[in-house]
């Protein structure tokens, strides 16, 4: 009886998912170099994604062990490219990242042993999406759980920031604590070492990945920007997440009146008065308390109050020019982008802006006469037309370029003489309204009609894109108030307008909607 045939040995097959500027390439030159160094046979290809986190470059190594191998003839063929449900170790610098080896296949619950930073930097889709785009980090961390044989995952960004290092030193050291790999820890050190550029720093974050990871104390922690949005969800072209505080000083008394209302809107309505006296002055804010006024006479258990008060002050404080030159000349952007691109302080920074404003946004910032001069006389609007076609670039950081945005943004005392503060006060004051009519019947109704209101964000085309659907939605209020799940039918269509941006989810859900059968 013949004796059975040893078992071949396999390599072991690392995928590194990484983004631009975060050291991927370094982090396989580590391994690789590791590797080579204790006697061990390595190979490493890499495939580029797109620019600008609409993709990634994927990392593939298989590494071998010469141990054994007495002849050149038994030297194992290593692979190109990761097979689906055949890479042992998946190595994602960013939340995401994971998320996509799991759509690949490359993390099977089998085999693979999934190290992840949980850090997000959002993806295109994310980005550009119509709505609140972002995906759930609880479900992303969910799926890698289930996915992975074993998991190692924590705010590896967060560890590379406070050690003055790249998350690749902090992911090559939560490599070593989790022992997928066989070689000691002063391996991986001489490898940083033989790299020759960073060398404290590096080795001060896989320290700490290191500890990180075979402390017993690594957690799935959710990243601090998956946070819950702010209380008003911010629209402003380069606003901070949260919003700064106001440029003035706004009186107790003021801010108190935010007290009279529901308990479920007190923080709405404050943080909509400190958005009005950023973005007009106090008696703008006076007006939206007003406003708020009768709505939460009508109201009956708060969730009206506080869904129009967060989309009033939205609407409010709209998108035009003034706002847009006011935000990118802000002491706070320029600190911001700064501490992004982490300048040194003996670094110049220069900031170019592309502008391209439609004849429509000039004349809306001219006083509402004047501007409707401007849209109606046809030789003027094509000239304007010609003028503004191509657009052009503005640097903010140079004297011209902030003298030409601080001159915009002085004529914030004007705004409520304009032609698009004309327009928008009156289309806020038919929705409100338009909500008290409906609030009298259905108040369901009547709270998703204040929420419908979010579809108008931006300016130029996405604002006008945004109102026409808006439009559509309140033109079906006759039909929704009569069916007794109008207020659900509405949410319906709010969120299928949302879908994309060429209005086919709306035109579909409209459709089936008023179909027979439907009703």
Not at 142 to 163: G, L, Q, Y
Request: hydrophobic letters at 45%; aromatic letters at 4%; glycine letters at 8%.
């Amino acid at each position: 009886m013949n004796a059975p045939l040893p078992q071949r040995q396999r390599p072991i097959s690392i995928a590194i998912l990484a983004m631009g500027g975060e050291g991927g390439g370094v982090l396989a030159d580590w391994i690789i170099d590791l590797a080579e160094s204790n006697r061990h046979i390595a190979q490493l290809t890499s495939v580029p994604g797109v620019a600008q986190r609409t993709g990634a470059t994927i990392y593939y190594l298989e590494i071998f062990p010469r141990a054994g191998l007495t002849s050149a003839a038994q030297e194992p063929v290593l692979a190109l490219m990761p097979v689906p449900g055949d890479v042992d170790i998946v190595i994602a610098s960013e939340l995401m990242e994971a998320g996509r080896a799991i759509q690949r296949g490359l993390i099977t619950p089998d085999r693979t042993t999934l190290i992840a930073s949980t850090n997000r930097v959002f993806a295109m889709t994310e980005k550009i999406a119509m709505a609140d785009g972002r995906v759930d980090p609880e479900k992303l961390l969910e799926a890698c759980r289930s996915a992975a044989r074993t998991m190692h995952a924590f705010d590896m960004a967060a560890i590379a920031e406070a050690t003055g290092s790249v998350i690749s030193a902090v992911l090559l050291g939560a490599v070593a604590g989790a022992g997928v790999l066989p070689f000691p820890r002063h391996a991986f050190e001489g490898a940083i070492r033989r790299g020759g550029k960073g060398i404290q720093a590096s080795l001060a974050a896989f320290t700490a990945g290191f500890e990180a990871t075979t402390s017993g104390g690594v957690t799935i922690k959710t990243p601090a920007t998956t946070m819950p949005p702010p209380t008003l969800d911010g629209q402003d072209a380069d606003e901070a997440p949260h919003m700064a505080p106001p440029h003035r000083p706004i009186p107790a008394k003021l801010l108190g009146e935010a007290q009279k209302f529901a308990t479920s809107a007190r923080a709405i309505v404050r943080a909509g008065i400190e958005r009005m006296v950023d973005y007009q002055d106090l008696d703008y804010a006076k007006i939206y308390l007003s406003r708020l006024a009768p709505i939460a006479a009508a109201d009956r258990d708060g969730s009206l109050i506080a869904e129009t008060a967060r989309q009033l002050a939205l609407g409010m404080a709209y998108e035009d020019t003034i706002r847009v030159a006011e935000l990118k000349i802000r002491p706070s952007r320029f600190e911001r982008v700064r501490a992004e691109v982490g300048i040194a302080n003996d670094q110049v920074l220069e900031i170019a802006e592309f502008m391209h404003p439609r004849t429509q946004e000039i004349a809306d910032t001219l006083p509402a006469p004047l501007g409707r001069l401007v849209l109606n006389t046809g030789w003027v609007r094509s000239l304007i037309d010609r003028m503004t076609r191509k657009g052009r670039v503005v640097k903010t950081t140079s004297l011209r370029g902030f003298m030409m945005l601080y001159l915009v943004a002085s004529l914030k005392p004007l705004r409520p003489r304009s032609l698009r503060y004309v327009a928008e006060q009156a289309h806020l004051e038919h929705w409100l309204a338009t909500i008290l009519h409906v609030a009298e019947s259905n108040l369901d109704l009547a709270v998703e009609l204040a929420a419908a209101r979010n579809l108008m964000k931006g300016y130029g085309e996405t604002h006008e894109r945004g109102r026409a659907r808006f439009d559509r939605l309140t033109a079906m209020l006759p039909m929704l108030a009569q069916r007794s799940d109008g207020a659900a039918q509405l949410a319906a269509l709010r969120k299928a307008a949302n879908a994309d941006d060429t209005g086919a989810a709306l035109d579909a859900a409209i459709i089936k909607m008023q179909t027979p059968a439907a009703a």
